[in-house]
């Protein structure tokens, strides 16, 4: 074999270079010897092993290449790290290395009998749903934040945009409290407003060159205008806001808030003037003291229960008992079955079962409405056309729907009163579709639940809440994040995590609980 001095391998460096290895040092010294004194180096040494590995498994794959090759040539050093891994002293390395990694796994102890008894009195849990899906999400994390209560504490920006979203709530409450308190909008259609959307509307002016149309609509339009002003006004004044309100750099983002209420509580009233429900109330709120409703209550075990506590942004209610909730969000959100059964998604099922049971009520459907959108900037220049698109999409709720049977389309005229006419085949408030005879259209199924499959999932929910319950009462604390795939993408409970430095989460040592969208 020749010697090659001229440069060596970049792994075979790496692994010298971890361990303080010299070649003449090697090369002059016993096998025995070298044995002792690297195993004696591994023991003291603070270097990543796992690192240490990955350097040793390249050599040798690189090693076994060229010997496949049948290149009488290799770098010297190259060969005797191989030739020490064929003596047993990469043998050692590895053995240590992989026992390392045993006892160095990331497992999180349960939580004693004692402590818990401390922390659960009675051994009943009193929580809310979002920290159920906390603890779906991973139950380390929820530890470190609910039991634990370890905060991060951040840069401001979050208190900051959390505090924007719960003005933009209230805004909305007060704004929808006074429209229902004042029947707004059973005068508005009184004084002869269509029950067609504004966008319709606008066209419809433009093509009959109709006056008093557009003077309805621009009454109609300035009535909700002046009363999230006069909204906005009302909820600055709360104590909460004090803070905000008056922040130097509130002033440009308040702006900018007004200008979004005024298109999304546009856009909200719209959803409901063009329904037959009317809204039963905003902000629904389950708890003890002064709440609406009483905690949601479920058995666990024999001796032990969860009481459950949370808000509904609101809950609308038609002539026949039907019924809806809309959760206000500021992005775009859908129901993703598989993530609702596997506990990651609880909230709006859990409520619409809830009100169905405390109401005696009948449920047609969780939707989401989106809060935050993208205003039209100075530099997009959009053409009418573009503007009228993308107002419609803004105008649209996403969610489940929920109906009898599969043929059943009659029962979506409910939310939407246009797709009862003639022609009209695509509803502009919910998603859905339908063909000219009356049939749903197949693409948009997904959208739809029937009666069974809604019991069903909302059984199935109703025990996934109890077995998170059993497990947080066990102690179970487990650094097991979910790993979410659908279609080409994939989330993890990790990828916003807070606590990522102080669980440390690896790939070889832990594990993630797979979650697959079929």
Known sequence: MKENKSFGSIYVKNIQNSLNIKEEYLLEDSLENIKEKILEKIKKSYFNKKFLMSEVEKTILKIESKKHDNKEETFSNEYMIYNM?????LNILEEYSLRYLREDKNIAKKISKELLEKIYLNNNIYTSISRLEKYASCPFSYHLRYGLNIKDRGNGTNNNLANIGSFMHEIIKETFDYIKENNINENITKEGLPKKDIYALKEEIVKNNDNELKENLEKYINIIYKIVRDSIKKVEEKEQFEDFKFKKNNEIILNKVEKQMNKICLDINEGIRLSEFKILKNEATFGTGKRDYENIIYEITDDSKIYLEGAIDRIDIGDLNEFRI????????????????????????????????????????????????????????LDEKEILKKSKKDLKMSGKLIIQDDKSIEELYIHDTNLGFEGKVKSEVIDIEKTKDNNIMKTKFKNILVKDEYENIRDTVIEKIKDLSKNILEGNVDIYPYKYYVSNNKETACDYCEFKKICKHSKIKNKFRIIKSK
């Open 85 to 89: 891994y064929l003596n047993g002293i």
């Open 326 to 381: 809309i959760d206000y969000k500021s992005s775009d959100k859908n129901i993703e079955i598989p993530k609702v059964v596997n506990g990651l998604s609880l909230q709006l099922i859990t409520y619409l079962s809830v009100i169905e049971k405390k109401l005696n009520l009948k449920p047609t459907a969780m939707l989401y409405k989106r809060l935050l959108y993208g205003l039209e900037s100075k530099k997009e220049r």
